[in-house]
């Protein structure tokens, strides 16, 4: 056994990570994460005269060079590079236009293919890691032309500054949570006009900006949040969501002293395990503060759904049925397949600002070994509905649902 200090990067903070390698002398931290790195893209570059925010010239790629040079040279795997961060549209504290930025990307894309010359590990090509405007994001994707970006990255901070009182009344508010969906529409618009090459992906979101809220990110209501975005954005075709943070900050999957997972870590688990890549199109004709989102299940024949209640009053009945197939006696011998997998996430003690998460009442706690806990379903004959009570978030899977987008 061999054990090694590393030092990583995460979520802007600095830790020494311990990490233990049971298998040899090679240290294999790079097995279990995907690594992106974010490279500096104002190397070279000058103020405008004019324009103190406004950055012109060439990018000049000679540090990036080196550092993926050596990367590649050692045989890490790298799963993308990303330029720049948060210097589209108006910048936050420097800004460069769209043109020059398109010209830039295909250098680097030439500088990966030509390190990285296998296709199968080459390392995608992420940008602009910034926010969203519709006019530079076209014109960057114009610009730098087929196959060059892999990855177009935004950010999203829709809930505003993390200090805000009303957070937490945000973050629970079905009108308010849906305003965010118009900018995925346009985005994924976009990308179908100007660079089908492309995936959407969201390349960093807390929720809340300036370290998220104190009470509320870390907390079970975040989730209402969080999933909400997941189902979102993967409606409008989004291929990746980059959470921050894993570590720092109030909006941490894990906790920041201790470690230990906060409620969006299990939440976001879930996700992983039991919504499959295709996305179904879900909708109910209850009241708003009932959130539904449907995928082809990851595993297993049939389909996942994500019911999220943000109420706390109503519990919902929620029966599951495919629109295309509503004839009685097909719709009878469907439910008569097996019975359901449920999942219900629900608060410690009711309070929506606990750090503990209960999976179908039970507390979610690290194993004696710190090894995350089994999270097993609780099995539901399919003839009773899905009972959602006030202020819970429920995945279950219909194995025996056949729709046909998932056959
Ligand atoms: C790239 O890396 C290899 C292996 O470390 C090294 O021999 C070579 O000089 C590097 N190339 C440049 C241009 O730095
Ligand atoms: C981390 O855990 C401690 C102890 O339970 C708690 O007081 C604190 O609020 C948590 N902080 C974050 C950011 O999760
Ligand atoms: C339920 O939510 C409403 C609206 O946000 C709030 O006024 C009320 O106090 C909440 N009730 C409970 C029991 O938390
Ligand atoms: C129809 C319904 O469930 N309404 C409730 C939705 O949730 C809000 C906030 O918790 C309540 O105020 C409504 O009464």
């Known amino acids: 056994m061999k054990i ?7 979520g802007g903070l600095k830790l020494n990570a311990t990490i233990i390698n049971v298998h040899g002398e090679k ?72 043109e020059q930025y398109g010209k830039d990307v295909i250098v680097l894309k030439k500088l990966v293919q030509e390190l990285y010359p296998d296709p199968i590990t080459q390392p995608k090509v992420l940008g602009p890691a910034g926010f969203y405007d519709k006019q530079w994001f076209d014109t960057f994707l114009q610009t730098s032309g087929p196959n060059v970006v892999d990855g177009l990255t935004h950010h999203i901070y829709n809930l505003g500054a993390g200090v805000d009182p009303t957070l937490i009344n945000k973050v629970q508010d079905p009108y308010f949570l849906d305003q965010i969906s118009q900018t995925y529409k346009v985005i994924s618009n976009s990308i179908e006009s100007f660079g089908p090459w492309a995936g959407a992906w ?22 209402f949040w969080y999933l909400d975005q997941l189902g979102m954005t993967s409606k409008f075709n989004h291929k990746v969501f980059c959470r921050q943070s894993l570590i720092g900050g109030n909006y941490g999957l894990l906790n920041t002293t201790t470690f230990i997972p906060n409620p969006d870590y299990y939440g976001a688990l879930l996700w992983h395990r039991l919504m499959g890549t ?36 109503t519990t919902f009945e929620v029966s599951v049925v495919e629109e295309m197939n509503l004839y009685p006696e097909q719709y009878k011998s469907m439910k008569d397949i097996d019975q359901r997998e449920e999942y219900h996430l629900t608060p410690k003690d009711g309070n929506i600002q606990s750090d503990v998460l209960l999976l179908n009442g039970t507390p979610l706690k690290l194993t004696e070994s710190f090894d995350i806990p089994d999270m097993n379903p609780q099995l539901v004959d399919s003839m009773f509905p899905v009972k959602v009570v006030p202020d819970s978030i429920v995945f279950a899977t219909l194995k025996g649902f056949k729709a046909q987008a998932c056959a």
């Open 27 to 98: 240290l294999e931290f790079l097995i279990w994460a995907r690594i992106t790195f974010g490279l500096n893209a104002l190397t070279g570059r000058k103020k405008s005269k004019d324009d103190h925010s406004l950055m012109i010239g060439d990018w000049n790629p000679k540090n990036a060079y080196d550092f993926m040079n050596y990367t590649a040279s050692k045989g890490y795997k790298i799963d993308s590079y990303e330029l720049g961060n948060e210097l589209c549209g108006n910048g936050v504290a420097a800004r460069i236009e769209a």
């Open 4 to 10: 090694s200090f590393v030092l990583l990067w995460i």
């Open 278 to 313: 295709n996305v179904l199109a879900a909708s109910h004709t209850g009241s708003p503060y009932l959130r539904v989102y449907s995928h082809c299940s990851k595993k297993t024949a049939g389909v996942s759904v994500l019911l999220i209640n943000m109420s706390n009053s």
């Open 202 to 223: 969201v390349g960093e979101a807390g929720g809340a900006y300036n370290s998220g809220g104190k009470d509320v990110s870390h907390t079970f209501v975040d989730g």
